[in-house]
Nanobody, 123 residues
Framework: QVQLVESGGGLVQAGGSLRLSCAAS????????MGWFRQADGKERECVAD????????NYAESVKGRFTISKDNGKNTVYLQMNSLKPEDTAIYYC????????????????WGKGTLVTVSS
């Protein structure tokens, strides 16, 4: 069965950096669109970035553009999210997901979810 396992979350001060990883198994990873989503307390889950099969195309939410970088290593079946210049408003549980379509960010268009990793940014 498909499994997505996120790691790399933690507590960091504002202005700091974290790199999240999502290891995938049970699917042909090189043929999947992947996305990173986040959900803060009391808010809806939102996509922050997605990446194409090959990793050659990416999209970012305006709130993270210039600070976050999504990347994909098809040899390691892993997708990453490098987060720099973190802000307290980035505090959330971060999930990776397998997307049905590149650039379609509705949570309803996600085939599989990981269980998430918590990122807390202190001011």
């Amino acid at each position: 069965q498909v499994q997505l396992v996120e790691s790399g979350g933690g507590l960091v001060q504002a202005g700091g950096s974290l790199r999240l990883s999502c290891a995938a198994s049970g699917l042909t990873f090189s043929r999947q669109f992947m996305g990173w989503f986040r959900q803060a307390d009391g808010k809806e889950r939102e996509c922050v970035a997605d990446i194409s099969w090959s990793g050659g195309r990416t999209n970012y939410a305006e709130s993270v553009k210039g600070r976050f970088t999504i990347s994909k290593d098809n040899g390691k079946n892993t997708v990453y999210l490098q987060m720099n210049s973190l802000k307290p408003e980035d505090t959330a549980i971060y999930y990776c997901g397998v997307l049905k379509w590149f650039g379609v960010w509705s949570p309803d268009a996600v085939d599989y979810w990981g269980k998430g990793t918590l990122v807390t940014v202190s001011s």
